[in-house]
């Protein structure tokens, strides 16, 4: 997608050399999402939190785009994935990450196993899938998640295709069915977590 200009701000797509300001507010982001608490666990320490933000980081870069105030800071940032996402590699220290925090967080990998499983169940033939978006604390409740995801629904609606997303916030079930039409299309309760909610936000219909 072309960089898009709003309000003082700038949209594009991140690159490698974002890695380490995207981390900054992968960890702090994804730790006050229910569903990474109840993965990783809430005494997981914080290095935990950025080794998974740099898993999605590098898996779904390709689909990674950013929000950057005039002077280069990273305030919010959005991955998606199409129906043809595939893993991505990581080097051989990310590798390495990996192989230590799968072992040292206790229950991780069974935790894992059955995010994977529920989530494939509650899969939509053709949708873009929003993997995540977050907004530095600073910049919420200014339209600045609209102007991450509004794009992105655009583009799947001229595409004809349905976009969708998962939370475990209820919150966030109003504001997709506010904003864009969403619907919650599926469910599932981790054990012992949280209810975790699937919306689709659907093209229109074509006569």
């Known amino acids: 997608m072309t960089e898009v200009q709003t309000t003082g701000v700038r949209v594009c ?19 006050e999402v229910p569903v990474y608490r109840w ?13 998974y933000g740099d898993i999605l980081f590098t898996d779904h870069l390709p689909g990674a785009r950013g929000m950057f105030t005039p002077d280069g800071e990273l305030i919010a940032l959005i991955a998606v994935a199409g129906p043809d996402h595939r893993t991505q590699p990581v080097d051989d220290e990310l590798a390495a990450r990996s192989r230590h925090f799968v072992i040292a967080l206790d229950g991780f990998i069974a935790r894992f196993r059955e995010l994977q499983e529920k989530s494939r169940a509650c899969t939509v ?5 929003i993997v995540f978006a977050l907004v530095h604390p600073d910049h919420r409740r200014h339209g600045t998640l609209a102007a991450l995801l509004d794009p992105v629904l655009r583009q799947a609606a001229g595409a004809g295709s349905p976009v969708t997303a998962s939370t ?10 506010r904003r864009w039409g969403g619907r919650v299309f599926d469910e599932f309760i981790l054990t012992d977590g949280p209810t975790v909610w699937f919306l689709t936000v659907d093209p229109p219909e074509t006569v």
């Open 13 to 31: 797509p991140l690159t490698a050399d974002d890695r380490d300001r995207a981390l900054g507010l992968l960890e702090s982001g994804i730790r």
């Open 39 to 51: 993965l990783l666990g809430d005494d997981a320490p914080a290095e935990a939190f950025r080794w």
């Open 125 to 129: 033939d053709g949708a873009i899938s």
């Open 168 to 177: 475990a916030d209820a919150h966030m079930i109003d504001v997709y069915a």
